[in-house]
């Protein structure tokens, strides 16, 4: 049997051994080429790259002299017939500068995406510089183009360093050595060189925004003018993982030109091949888990248990979130939170689904900071609540009890907000009292009082302020009911503080009065009232019924306004020649939400306008007011005021209006 075995074998002139590097197509073409013959001429005579059957063709040494090299043919022989996708066998490509080190066809020359070489830092090359044609397996010579070129003379390029590392990873999966030292975050740990050619395809084409719509399809995928541009691209991702691969990911979002608000519909294949394509191997589960930690940071439309494909822990993670959720967490209406995202104090979008459903979307960033600023804040239903009053008692009453209410960012039909500490102070000034079930005839709840004697605001917000001062004392708090309209008084002692609060005008003055108490007109300080620049509280419901305007607001307005005839005084010049000058520095008077305007200028006291008065005032402020008398017409008109209603004041100093 041997010797026939020994008379069947081919009698090759040269028998040169294959290297520990070289490629199976590369070393089949150089020992056809030594022996002057054709790579086929080689396969019809039945040389393989089994060792076996070099061996016996005397093309190896014997095995227990050279165990790597039969390790390593062995392996070149089974991803040869059993990955022959990873294989270029179309075309040839190469680095100058190993070809002239040693004429040897590397193994890593000749698979898909090696595009440069990792020893020398160069592109390859697969076109010849004179011809212009590009290298193919039909050529006569291993280190010469059809047109007769040494190869070998071809000027090198230098590639960018993350493909030169993506060529060394290749190769090193390739000859099956360990990677170098790289980080373990990075997904190609543990890949083949199928698996890794996968990835490079995916991250190279898929994630690629000028794709087209079958990425994977890459026509000519084994020239270096289509591979280098998807290489370029996946190295860039791997080896600025996962930085790139979010990166990636949002461009494609930022480009997306479907107007779907699914996954499948924006991402398409990229997000598809992830969970049912070849990536949907466990060994690619670096992969899902960057795709998932992205989309919890990024993802902009949310998630939701229908898709199966998401672990129920990534949808708790999700950064976007639906207005509804955003505002059951945030305990706030949707007209407050579309105007937080208009504001800048929240990011959001609001999309049209294909529906034609408005679909409003929130991002979580800004949460912690806006739950701790809206904790000090309580709504007015709340406050209805925790107070026990009527929406209609507490809307009438609400800025005289709380100074500091106030629409969300000032603006007209926002909804309010309201100190929590003040609403809460109030209810704690009865928590310690005895609770009682049954009233006694002698005694009156606050409840009785706002639902039978039909008190005012202002009187409501009095009595509140004696409470707070221990003019009136609460003797107890009734079961009837909660928050502050449980409070329980003696009726004797109510009634008889209510007829002197009606006594009393200590604290607040008439429209015709602050005409005076201002130096103007009526109709300017109605004009004032009415526009909301001095709040007014109206006496009654019945039409012909005066407004009361307090004190306090006065001293307010007059601190933050000035009057144009006062500017006028202190400049020098009249009051139109000064709304003139004033407005040539884009300075205006104050203008109402009626088409009637004000008849005498109000300015509001602006760091400009204080600027504008620094520089062309000759005489101060108080020169100014002594001119005209405005301080002491405004103190006689306030003491009149006051005595004429016979309110006694002990120190009449307190009540000066500055």
Request: charged share 25%; aromatic share 10%.
């Given at each position: 049997?041997?010797?026939e075995?020994?008379m069947?074998?081919?009698?090759?002139?040269i028998?040169?051994?294959?290297t520990?590097?070289?490629?199976?197509?590369?070393?089949?073409?150089?020992?056809?080429?030594t022996?002057?013959?054709?790579?086929?001429?080689?396969?019809?005579?039945?040389?393989?790259?089994?060792?076996?059957?070099?061996?016996?063709h005397?093309?190896?040494?014997?095995?227990?002299l050279?165990?790597?090299l039969?390790?390593y043919?062995?392996?070149?022989?089974?991803?040869?017939?059993?990955?022959s996708?990873?294989?270029?066998?179309?075309?040839?490509r190469?680095?100058?500068?190993c070809?002239i080190?040693?004429?040897?066809?590397q193994?890593?020359?000749?698979?898909?995406?090696?595009?440069?070489?990792?020893?020398?830092?160069?592109w390859?090359v697969?076109?010849?510089s004179?011809?212009g044609e590009h290298?193919?397996?039909?050529?006569?010579s291993?280190v010469?183009?059809?047109?007769?070129?040494?190869?070998?003379?071809?000027?090198?390029?230098?590639a960018?360093?993350?493909?030169?590392?993506?060529?060394?990873?290749?190769?090193?999966?390739?000859?099956?050595?360990p990677?170098?030292?790289?980080?373990?975050?990075?997904p190609?740990?543990?890949?083949?060189?199928?698996?890794?050619?996968?990835?490079?395809?995916y991250l190279g084409?898929?994630l690629?925004?000028?794709?087209?719509?079958?990425?994977?399809?890459?026509?000519?995928?084994?020239l270096?003018?289509?591979s280098?541009?998807?290489?370029?691209l996946?190295?860039?991702?791997?080896?600025?993982?996962?930085?790139?691969?979010?990166?990636?990911?949002?461009?494609l979002?930022k480009?997306?030109?479907?107007?779907?608000?699914?996954l499948?519909?924006?991402?398409?294949?990229a997000?598809?091949?992830?969970?049912?394509?070849?990536?949907r191997?466990?060994?690619f589960?670096?992969v899902?888990?960057?795709?998932?930690?992205?989309?919890?940071?990024?993802?902009?439309?949310?998630?939701?248990?229908?898709?199966?494909?998401?672990?129920?822990?990534?949808?708790?993670?999700?950064?976007?979130?639906?207005?509804?959720?955003?505002?059951?967490?945030?305990?706030i209406?949707?007209?407050?939170?579309?105007?937080?995202?208009?504001?800048?104090e929240?990011?959001?979008?609001?999309?049209?689904?294909?529906?034609?459903?408005?679909?409003?979307?929130?991002?979580?960033?800004?949460?912690?900071q806006?739950e701790?600023?809206?904790?000090?804040?309580?709504?007015?239903?709340k406050a209805?609540?925790?107070?026990?009053?009527p929406?209609?008692?507490?809307?009438?009453?609400?800025?005289?009890?709380?100074?500091?209410?106030?629409?969300?960012?000032?603006?007209?039909f926002?909804?309010?907000c309201?100190?929590?500490q003040?609403?809460?102070?109030?209810?704690?000034?009865?928590?310690?009292?005895?609770?009682?079930q049954?009233?006694?005839?002698?005694?009156?709840?606050?409840?009785?009082?706002?639902?039978?004697?039909q008190w005012?605001?202002?009187?409501?917000?009095?009595?509140?302020e004696?409470?707070?001062?221990?003019?009136?004392?609460?003797?107890?708090?009734?079961g009837g009911t909660?928050g502050?309209a449980?409070w329980?008084?003696?009726?004797?002692?109510?009634?008889r503080?209510?007829?002197s609060?009606?006594?009393?005008?200590?604290?607040?003055?008439?429209?015709?009065?602050?005409?005076?108490?201002?130096?103007?007109?009526?109709q300017?300080a109605y004009w004032?009232?009415?526009?909301?620049?001095?709040p007014?509280?109206?006496?009654?419901?019945?039409?012909?019924?005066?407004s009361?305007?307090?004190?306090?607001?006065?001293?307010?307005?007059?601190?933050?306004?000035i009057?144009?005839?006062?500017?006028?005084?202190?400049?020098?010049r009249s009051?139109?020649?000064?709304?003139?000058?004033?407005a040539?520095?884009?300075?205006?008077?104050l203008?109402?939400?009626s088409?009637e305007?004000?008849?005498?200028?109000?300015?509001?006291?602006?760091d400009v306008l204080m600027?504008?008065?620094?520089r062309?005032?000759v005489?101060?402020?108080?020169?100014?007011a002594?001119?005209?008398?405005?301080?002491r017409?405004?103190?006689?008109?306030?003491?009149?005021?006051i005595?004429?209603?016979?309110?006694?004041?002990s120190?009449?100093?307190?009540?000066?209006?500055?």
């Amino acid at each position: 049997m041997m010797n026939e075995l020994v008379m069947a074998t081919p009698d090759l002139l040269i028998r040169p051994c294959p290297t520990t590097t070289e490629g199976p197509t590369g070393y089949m073409f150089r020992l056809a080429e030594t022996n002057f013959m054709r790579p086929r001429d080689l396969i019809e005579m039945g040389i393989t790259l089994q060792p076996e059957v070099l061996l016996q063709h005397q093309l190896l040494p014997k095995e227990v002299l050279f165990p790597e090299l039969h390790a390593y043919m062995a392996r070149m022989h089974t991803l040869r017939s059993e990955q022959s996708a990873i294989w270029n066998q179309r075309y040839a490509r190469f680095c100058p500068l190993c070809l002239i080190a040693e004429p040897v066809w590397q193994a890593s020359w000749e698979v898909f995406f090696f595009d440069a070489c990792p020893h020398h830092g160069v592109w390859l090359v697969d076109q010849c510089s004179t011809c212009g044609e590009h290298l193919d397996w039909h050529r006569d010579s291993l280190v010469r183009c059809k047109c007769g070129s040494d190869l070998r003379e071809e000027k090198a390029e230098e590639a960018p360093w993350f493909v030169k590392r993506l060529s060394m990873v290749i190769e090193q999966g390739l000859l099956g050595k360990p990677l170098p030292d790289y980080p373990c975050a990075y997904p190609f740990a543990g890949l083949g060189p199928l698996q890794l050619q996968v990835l490079v395809r995916y991250l190279g084409a898929y994630l690629d925004p000028q794709a087209g719509p079958k990425p994977l399809k890459i026509r000519n995928a084994g020239l270096l003018e289509i591979s280098w541009p998807i290489t370029t691209l996946a190295a860039q991702i791997l080896f600025e993982w996962p930085t790139g691969f979010d990166q990636a990911f949002t461009l494609l979002l930022k480009d997306a030109k479907s107007e779907s608000a699914t996954l499948r519909g924006i991402f398409d294949q990229a997000y598809d091949y992830i969970y049912k394509g070849a990536i949907r191997s466990s060994v690619f589960l670096p992969v899902r888990e960057a795709f998932e930690a992205w989309m919890a940071e990024h993802w902009p439309n949310g998630a939701n248990h229908r898709n199966r494909r998401l672990a129920s822990s990534l949808l708790a993670d999700m950064q976007w979130i639906s207005g509804k959720a955003a505002q059951d967490q945030l305990g706030i209406s949707r007209a407050r939170l579309r105007f937080l995202i208009q504001h800048g104090e929240l990011e959001g979008q609001e999309m049209i689904t294909a529906a034609g459903r408005r679909r409003l979307m929130v991002r979580k960033d800004h949460f912690t900071q806006l739950e701790d600023k809206l904790a000090g804040e309580i709504t007015m239903t709340k406050a209805m609540e925790v107070l026990g009053l009527p929406k209609v008692r507490l809307r009438r009453i609400l800025k005289l009890l709380f100074p500091s209410a106030r629409r969300v960012n000032d603006q007209l039909f926002l909804p309010w907000c309201i100190s929590r500490q003040e609403v809460y102070y109030l209810v704690d000034l009865g928590e310690e009292l005895p609770h009682i079930q049954v009233i006694e005839d002698s005694h009156i709840t606050l409840w009785h009082v706002l639902k039978f004697w039909q008190w005012n605001a202002d009187e409501v917000v009095s009595l509140i302020e004696a409470i707070r001062t221990g003019v009136i004392h609460i003797l107890s708090v009734w079961g009837g009911t909660s928050g502050i309209a449980c409070w329980v008084f003696d009726r004797a002692d109510l009634k008889r503080w209510h007829t002197s609060l009606d006594n009393g005008r200590a604290n607040w003055v008439t429209i015709p009065e602050l005409a005076e108490l201002l130096c103007v007109k009526q109709q300017v300080a109605y004009w004032l009232t009415q526009n909301g620049f001095i709040p007014s509280v109206k006496l009654g419901t019945l039409m012909h019924v005066g407004s009361r305007v307090k004190k306090k607001d006065i001293d307010r307005f007059l601190q933050t306004h000035i009057f144009g005839t006062e500017i006028a005084d202190r400049i020098g010049r009249s009051p139109r020649k000064i709304m003139h000058m004033l407005a040539d520095t884009n300075i205006y008077p104050l203008r109402g939400d009626s088409t009637e305007s004000c008849r005498q200028a109000v300015y509001i006291k602006s760091d400009v306008l204080m600027r504008f008065l620094e520089r062309y005032a000759v005489v101060s402020e108080d020169e100014s007011a002594k001119l005209r008398g405005t301080t002491r017409k405004r103190k006689k008109a306030w003491e009149r005021i006051i005595y004429e209603n016979g309110t006694e004041i002990s120190d009449p100093s307190h009540f000066r209006l500055d």
